[in-house]
């Protein structure tokens, strides 16, 4: 009992420390007078206001912001779902000459640093195609994720072959299979490539930086830095409303994970074999 008491006594100390970072995040943007101390962390009720969201919003177009950043996370999540579980499927349950040598060039893949191909994907992008200032400039780089066809590999690995088996002899194709036998089994792999997928472009600064430079067409986050960098000085409250820009930002990727986390721990593997 004591054990127990203790363990969820540690976890909660762990949990609070976790997420004091985003509570004193929300609290900073809704003080009227900035109070950077500890302190500030439990403000007044007279010191609270939604004024600094106000004055941010006035300064650069929030919405705007937000379905840019929608846009392109969007496409980016759509090409890694249809390509990685397109490619972690022909690795793990197809049988074809030089699979593991490709296999081993997609693991090579992620330990290249993005930074190193920027220059050339920004060459390659702007200039000979054209693509700047365009969602599908800022996609195109993010649209392949090796990280999303290596999860769906090792999901699609963990399915009894007799199932495949089953289903040629009954006579699917393989499209048929990926979507009607492969799919429903690995969800828990589409809802992890998908919030893992969602927090890198959402987040996403230097690319969209580079290839975006009119204003309308820029994602949340670089709309708030050129904000901090260039225009937060002259508000009333800069401290609060550069917390009221982070809240906006962090608060689409910390409702999608509370929203989708329990299907982390879901397997439903064993739902298609019985016996």
Not at 243 to 256: D, E, F, H, Y
């Amino acid at each position: 009992m004591r054990s127990k008491i203790a363990t969820y006594g540690v976890l909660t100390v762990g949990a609070l420390a976790f997420l004091f970072p985003f509570y004193y995040m929300i609290a900073g943007s809704l003080q009227t007078s900035p109070d950077t101390s500890i302190a500030g962390a439990f403000p007044h009720p007279s010191n609270l206001t939604v004024e600094n969201y106000t004055a941010i919003d006035g300064r650069i177009n929030l919405l705007q912001g937000l379905v840019n950043s929608g846009i392109f996370t969007g496409g980016v999540i759509l090409g890694t779902l249809v390509f990685g579980v397109l490619a972690g499927y022909a690795l793990a349950v197809l049988r074809w000459r030089g699979r593991s040598a490709t296999f081993a060039l997609v693991l090579l893949v992620q330990v290249i640093p993005f930074q190193l191909l920027m220059i050339p994907l920004y060459v390659m992008i702007a200039r000979d195609y054209g693509l700047s200032d365009s969602y599908l400039g800022m996609i195109l780089p993010f649209f392949i994720n090796s990280t999303a066809v290596v999860i769906f590999r090792q999901y699609f690995l963990q399915l009894p072959k007799e199932l495949f088996d089953a289903a040629r002899i009954d006579g699917a194709g393989e499209f048929r299979l990926l979507w009607s036998v492969a799919l429903p089994l690995v969800r828990p792999a589409l809802l992890t490539a998908v919030l893992l997928t969602f927090i890198g472009p959402w987040n996403e600064f230097l690319w969209p930086f580079l290839i975006t430079k009119e204003a309308a067409m820029q994602p949340l986050a670089v709309s708030l830095a050129n904000f901090i960098s260039n225009i937060a000085a002259s508000t009333a409250n800069p401290f609060g409303a550069m917390m009221a820009g982070a809240v906006v930002l962090a608060a689409p990727a910390v409702a999608l994970f509370l929203i989708f986390q329990r299907y982390f721990t879901s397997n439903d593997l064993g739902s298609g074999v019985k016996g």
